[in-house]
């Protein structure tokens, strides 16, 4: 249980960070969630305004424009890097190549079948009954499944199990990007085990893998407690692809 110092202290962190925050931001935040805009495979279409956007603005050097996708962003941004191609440099942090197969990871390969044919069905009492059961005994499954209904704007665990093979790289679409790219590989990475170097494997563009160890604690996802290692070795690759004169790591 908190102390009532515990509490007054995260209340005040609260209230500067609300006051920290560009209002812009805020007010965007807001409206994602009361909106209940949620993430959509086709990602480009997401993209692509912005960028025509951010090419109104004359500060913005339309020759330099990189694109980063943290967690899911992992699949969001390469999908947009494929089909728009103004961008001049993407990271995949980390990279995902088919966000349903991760999903399917854990499963036994004798269970397999069987469980792709229960998530595929219309109704399945049987699976409902597992995954709240699963939900239950692991808060870390409990907040993926929960979480990753919300943001695909699913009604259920269930619905987002169904949603998620849509989401990958597939059919040639990893291989159309052609940007510069930066995949990151977290080594104890708790959600997308393998799935970094699979998109690594096949991109054709210009690109580079950076291995996040836990020897050096940033093996998490998305190196959660090592964001300044993890920022510090993006930009140096930016500065080497987007740099002057530089040459591109490929």
């Not at 980390?94 to 004798?110: C, S």
């Not at 977290?186 to 690594?200: S, T, V």
């Amino acid at each position: 249980m908190l102390t009532g110092q515990a509490v007054r202290a995260i209340s005040k962190e609260r209230q500067r960070f609300k006051k920290s925050v560009n209002p812009w931001v805020a007010r965007i935040s807001i409206h994602l969630h009361r909106a209940g805009l949620t993430f959509r495979p086709d990602w480009e279409q997401v993209v692509t305004p912005v960028v025509d956007y951010a090419l109104t603005l004359p500060e913005v050097d339309r020759e330099r424009i990189a694109l980063m996708g943290i967690s899911l962003g992992g699949y969001l941004a390469p999908r947009a890097a494929a089909y728009e191609k103004r961008l001049s440099a993407l990271i995949a942090n980390d990279g995902v190549y088919d966000y349903g197969a991760a999903q399917l990871r854990t499963i036994p390969p004798a269970q397999l079948e069987q469980a792709i044919a229960a998530i595929k069905a219309p109704e399945s009492a049987e699976m409902d009954k597992l995954l709240s059961a699963i939900m239950r005994s692991h808060p870390t499954a409990d907040w993926a499944l929960t979480h990753g209904a919300y943001v695909m704007g699913a009604s259920s665990p269930h619905g987002y199990l169904k949603a998620s093979p849509a989401v990958h790289l597939r059919d040639g679409v990893a291989e159309a990007i052609s940007c510069p790219t930066l995949v990151c590989q977290a080594e104890g990475d708790l959600f997308f085990k393998g799935q970094p170097r699979e998109l690594f494997d096949h991109l054709t563009c210009a690109k580079a893998l950076i291995r996040f160890t836990d020897s050096e604690d940033a093996g998490a996802h998305c190196q959660v407690v090592a964001a300044r290692l993890a920022l510090g070795r993006m930009y140096d690759w930016l500065d080497e692809v987007l740099g002057r004169g530089r040459k591109i790591t490929t």
